[in-house]
């Protein structure tokens, strides 16, 4: 595979890149700062010395990066056919309840930017017939929940998507796979207690990647969680009302 | 354990002190401003423990990035987090290995170089700070400084053991170890007593690169420190497959064991069988390096036989200038103190290196496992008086009772150490609930 990964040098991406990487694809890093790119370019060279590794500034917050970036991949591996997102703000809802701007910032990066991402992704890849976009959602998206209420609506209205887009584009070739992280261990959840199944970033790669091969549709990771929330999805509404998580 | 039970950290131990470790892969970030980076929190005392009223501790285990590789020099510069567990599946398809590990797998650089480890080929190659060409440090004050022997030398050789208290180590650049192959060639004896061991360390140091070996401390007599001697080396191509063995699944001690799981008797019963497991009195052949070097890292969490009262390691050297029976002389002290125990590893020591407040000097080390008791203190105590008397010192990543009194009397490098310390952080600012405990910082 030739992928591109946004939000590949922290967290969940930055597992996952390697994960690719050591698999024999190659590596496309999107971000941010142009040093933390090139510290995790180094870091999947020195890992994966046989395989094409490469990178272009992209920001989640600036819609008019998504082009240029998606055009630098396609252009630095030969043609990608795997797009994978993993970038994402995140806030706990008391943040998200007492800072306006932020709030404003992570529906929008969540949900608005993310999708407009994956429209410029999709049209490259139906434009050579087809591919893999692999999302990744949360498990917070699956309920609306006392303590995820904001990011949760975000995430909700992206697995949505994530959903509609298999649906419809899945018979053209476009493959498209929402992940749905339970607790992961990662940077974005440092300072959070760990519930039980909290899962280390490497798991998820792992799942993701086997997802990626399959085609899965919804991953649910680390695999605990699929039956986590098959039960949460299934409570009735006056015990998530009554019930803290 | 209530919801809302203060968060707590602890160092293999599991002595639980209050304390939040903030990780993340920005370790420039989160070290900003804070008394004291952790690893993978694998020494067991309280070295990588908040001094108390401080919560937090920066945590560097995300920040595992190999920098640059050389596969023409061995020359690797990756973040303070990467672990020597990453860095041996990495490398040693490629040829390469750790140069200097310990017994377990499971740190990062940062606490590799803080602890200045050792491992069973220090009579040959010394520390792991020999192999460190230059670290980064974030210093007390947040400036960013680059040292090694020739830049800011004091400065390195303070941070080379100096236990985390100089600086926040962000980058390592260090040289790996070239292997002819990925698996090891080794020989290991029955030795009926600890003077027998002793001598049969030394004579086997010049033609083993590596050795080690685990010694039965409840037996008295003439069986006094009868144990197991181990030693290796790499096998050459000709000798060995040329791919390394798969990885095994590990198996781990899924929740905290009764406080009497542990007890003399089963201390007993593990050592007689450990020894005489061993029936043919050697054996040979090819092991995998994970097996020889580290054969506890098969099972995860294995600290939680303990149980919730946590554990200690007493692990000290007693110089060769002490002569031949120091170690038996150790041994008869701790079966008598009562301080019986699963894991009793001995090892020769070879001459000190460039770590300022580094651990080993020519002689042989301890270690001693203890299930944590209301002795404890007393016993530790009591070994520390003959350490003193003997001329040795204690490893300070193992150590969670050692006073500061005695700590001072076996530790005549103490001053300097301090001194260079005190001039890249006159605020004090750096510290841990160790050195608070052991070099007189304020909380």
Same mark, same amino acid.
């Given at each position: ?34 040093? %933390? ?23 989640? %917050? ?100 994530? %959903? ?82 | ?40 929190? #694998?020494?067991?005392?309280? &070295? ?11 945590? &560097? ?23 020597? *567990? ?23 650089? @940062? @606490? ?35 040292? &090694? ?7 390195? #050789? ?54 080690? @070996? ?17 030693? @290796? ?9 040329? #791919? ?26 593990? *050592? ?8 043919? /009195? ?41 002569? /031949?029976?120091?170690? /038996? ?28 407040? &580094? ?33 040795? /010192? ?26 260079? #310390? ?22």
């Amino acid at each position: 595979m030739k992928t591109v990964v946004l939000g590949g040098t922290k967290g969940m991406g930055r597992a996952l890149a390697r994960a690719l990487a050591s698999d024999g694809h190659d590596v496309w890093l999107l971000g941010r700062s142009a040093e %933390e790119l090139a510290r995790s370019v180094e870091d999947l060279k020195a890992r994966a010395p046989s395989v094409k590794v490469g990178s272009s500034p992209c920001d989640l %917050e600036s819609p008019d990066s998504f082009g240029p970036a998606l055009d630098a991949a396609d252009a630095g591996l030969g043609g990608f056919d795997t797009v994978v997102v993993t970038a994402a703000l995140f806030g706990t809802q008391d943040q998200l309840e007492q800072d306006a701007a932020l709030l404003q910032r992570v529906l929008t990066v969540d949900f608005a930017h993310t999708v407009l991402f994956c429209e410029a992704a999709r049209t490259r890849l139906l434009s050579r017939g087809g591919g893999t976009l692999v999302v990744f959602s949360s498990v917070a998206g699956d309920r609306g929940r006392k303590p995820g209420v904001l990011y949760g609506a975000a995430k909700a209205g992206l697995s949505a998507y994530c %959903e509609g887009l298999d649906h419809r584009y899945r018979a053209a070739g476009l493959v498209t796979v929402c992940v749905k992280p339970g607790f992961v261990k990662t940077g974005m959840t440092a300072g959070l207690k760990p519930p039980p199944f909290a899962g280390e970033p490497e798991q998820v790669a792992r799942d993701v990647l086997r997802a990626v091969k399959r085609g899965t549709p919804v991953v649910y990771t680390p695999a605990a969680w699929a039956w986590v929330m098959a039960i949460v999805r299934r409570l009735p509404r006056f015990v998530m009302r009554r019930v803290g998580f | 354990m209530s919801r809302n039970a203060p968060p707590t950290l602890s160092g293999w131990g599991l002595l639980d002190r209050p304390g939040v470790e903030h990780r993340s892969e920005d370790l420039a970030a989160v070290t900003r401003g804070a008394v004291l980076t952790r690893g993978l929190g #694998r020494s067991y005392g309280d &070295s990588s423990l908040p001094p108390p009223g401080t919560l937090d501790v920066a945590g &560097s285990s995300r920040a595992d990035r190999v920098l640059a590789f050389d596969p023409a020099t061995g020359v690797l510069r990756a973040e303070a987090g990467f672990s020597l *567990n990453a860095l041996n599946q990495l490398f040693l398809p490629r040829g390469f290995f750790s140069p200097v590990t310990p017994g377990t797998s499971f740190v990062t650089l @940062g @606490g590799a170089v803080a602890a200045d480890v050792h491992g069973k080929n220090h009579h040959r190659d010394g520390c792991f700070g020999e192999h460190v060409r230059s670290l980064t440090l974030r210093v007390a004050d947040g400036r960013r400084v680059e040292c &090694s022997r020739t830049v800011e030398p004091e400065l390195f #050789r303070a941070t080379l053991g100096g236990m985390g208290l100089t600086g926040h180590v962000l980058e390592v650049e260090f040289q790996l170890a070239r292997v002819p192959s990925p698996w090891i060639v080794f020989e290991s004896e029955r030795v009926p007593n600890v003077d027998a061991y002793v001598d049969a360390l030394k004579e086997a140091a010049p033609r083993w690169p590596m050795t080690v @070996g685990w010694i039965d401390c409840v037996s008295r007599g003439k069986n006094l420190g009868r144990g197991i001697l181990i030693k @290796g080396r790499w096998a050459e191509a000709t000798e060995a497959p040329p #791919r390394p063995p798969p990885a095994k699944g590990k198996l781990a001690i899924p929740f905290l064991f009764p406080d009497w799981v542990i007890n003399p008797l089963s201390i007993r019963a593990f *050592n007689f069988l450990y020894y005489w497991k061993h029936w043919q /009195r050697q054996r040979a052949g090819i092991m995998t390096p994970d097996a020889f070097f580290y054969p506890l890292d098969a099972l995860l969490h294995w600290n939680r036989i303990y149980g919730r009262r946590g554990f200690t390691q007493y692990q000290c050297v007693l110089p060769d200038a002490a002569g /031949r029976g120091a170690a /038996r002389r150790f041994m008869e002290k701790l079966t008598a103190l009562g301080g019986a125990s699963f894991l009793c590893v001995i090892k020769d020591c070879g001459p000190e290196g460039t770590g300022m407040l &580094s651990f080993p000097m020519p002689g042989i080390s301890i270690a001693v496992d203890m299930a944590v008791t209301d002795k404890t203190q007393s016993i530790v105590d009591a070994l520390n008086a003959f350490v003193i008397s003997e001329g040795g /010192r204690i490893y300070l990543a193992k150590d969670a009772f050692t006073r500061p009194g005695d700590f001072r009397r076996m530790e005549p490098r103490l001053d300097a150490f301090l001194s260079v #310390r005190r001039k890249w952080d006159p605020a004090g600012r750096i510290r841990s609930a160790q050195s608070v405990r052991l070099l007189g910082d304020s909380p």
